[in-house]
């Protein structure tokens, strides 16, 4: 079963846009971990928000992390077409080291 | 580093048959999981070994099984294929909580 619900589905913006993308779940997590998927192929490592932190960034990312509320969003700052793609979070659980529980996605599109 | 590998890449089998996928970690990985992705069930947990030993499993029936070797690569077969198990297969190997996916096995059964 999954763990969460992503939101939206799917989103379409226009290159130069910014891209946000919320996650809900529902257990304690020891972290939180974004990946991005093109196309039916491997998923990347984007970014890992641990617990304690309420917020992170990596280049043009930025994810939050609330814990009471457990939530989170992905910010992607002046989107390229190159950032097309579909978008995950994932949770690792207490006590189920290297088991990720994915969320349902974001199918993001960027045109130019 | 040599990223994760698998192969074979795509498979087509007929239901009945039973399938082998390989998966050679990131080097100096020991830790490697499995995951299933299809339309309907997104992305799934299979298990996850360490040490070749298994560490986790996930909700899938006994005709799903996996084993690590000694050099951390990883095998996981599915036996009496359905038509349900068409779907990507995806193995990652990981040295902390970040994991390293591969490119995954695109299996059909028809």
């Known amino acids: 079963s999954q763990q969460g619900e992503e939101d939206p589905q799917a989103l379409s913006i226009q290159e130069g846009e910014n891209a946000t993308m919320n996650c809900s779940y529902k257990?304690?997590?020891?972290?939180l971990q974004w990946y991005r998927q093109n196309s039916g192929r491997g998923l990347v490592h984007l970014i890992l928000i641990r617990s304690n932190e309420r917020e992170k960034h990596s280049g043009r990312l930025r994810v939050t992390l609330d814990t009471s509320k457990k939530s989170s969003s992905l910010l992607i700052t002046a989107s390229r077409a190159a950032d097309t793609a579909s978008y995950f979070c994932a949770t690792e659980g207490s006590g189920t080291a290297s088991k990720l529980t994915f969320g349902t996605g974001t199918r993001l599109q960027v045109t130019l | 580093k040599a990223g994760v590998t698998q192969t074979p890449r795509y498979l087509i089998k007929t239901r009945g048959q039973q399938v082998t996928l390989s998966c050679s970690p990131i080097?100096?990985?020991?830790?490697v999981s499995w995951y299933q992705q299809t339309p309907g069930q997104g992305l799934q947990f299979l298990f996850e070994y360490f040490s070749e030993t298994q560490r986790n499993k996930g909700n899938f029936p006994g005709r799903f099984s996996g084993r690590q070797f000694s050099n951390s690569r990883s095998e996981m077969n599915v036996s009496t294929l359905e038509l349900g198990d068409s779907a990507l297969y995806l193995c990652?190997?990981?040295?902390?909580?970040?994991?390293?996916f591969g490119p995954g096995t695109r299996l059909t059964v028809t």
């Open positions: 080097s100096g990985h020991r830790s």
């Open positions: 990652a190997s990981s040295f902390s909580s970040e994991q390293y």
């Open positions: 257990t304690s997590i020891n972290n």
